[in-house]
């Protein structure tokens, strides 16, 4: 996976949604759309970014899980988020650990697609830039930045509201729209 534009393949920009989505096995057409990819040998970036969110979802669901199989109700979860990172309900090391390994062992098979750049100045510049100028939070506007400073044809996301402003700057799509985005950069 090189880091370059191919002339004759676009690169695509796939935001971490994408990436849950295969984890979660939440969304066949994420997982058909991966499987086009490979087959087609699209150039695709992800942002490093985007292991951190995922980290940050699954340990998040864990810790949820955990607490309600200990009794506590959705509202009692919802009330003592904050003790999920530090103090008596938070998640030991070696769960944390196999919190990890699980994202790394989902994704097995389709991480050799997907290159992660590392950030530049430039690039945080742009996303501080887009961040600043749109609604998006900083983590979308980093997926956003990301995907314009490596000159991707197309972004894909399982978040509408990403998509709808990414628009003003880039194709956008969901997973179930890619191969007709792909269609239509041809």
């Avoid at 066949?28 to 759309?33: I, L, T, V």
């Amino acid at each position: 996976m090189s880091l370059q534009s191919d002339t004759a393949q676009p690169t695509i920009y796939l935001d971490t949604t994408v990436l849950l989505d295969v984890v979660d096995n939440r969304s066949e057409s994420a997982y058909q759309m991966l499987e086009t990819i490979r087959e087609q040998d699209f150039n695709v970036l992800a942002s490093p970014f985007g292991i951190l969110e995922m980290l940050k979802a699954k340990k998040t669901d864990v810790w949820a899980e955990s607490m309600l199989e200990r009794g506590y109700t959705v509202v009692q979860i919802s009330r003592r988020m904050g003790s999920r990172r530090a103090g008596p309900t938070a998640l030991t090391v070696e769960r944390l650990s196999e919190v990890y390994a699980s994202i790394r062992q989902s994704l097995q098979g389709h991480l050799d697609i997907v290159g992660f750049p590392e950030p530049t100045p430039g690039l945080m510049n742009q996303a501080e830039d887009i961040c600043a100028s749109t609604m998006l939070a900083a983590g979308d506007s980093l997926h956003l930045a990301t995907a314009l400073y490596f000159d991707c044809q197309l972004l894909v996301s399982s978040d509408s509201d990403l998509i709808r402003i990414a628009r003003n700057y880039i194709n956008a799509t969901p997973p179930q729209g890619f191969s007709n985005a792909v269609a239509d950069l041809f």
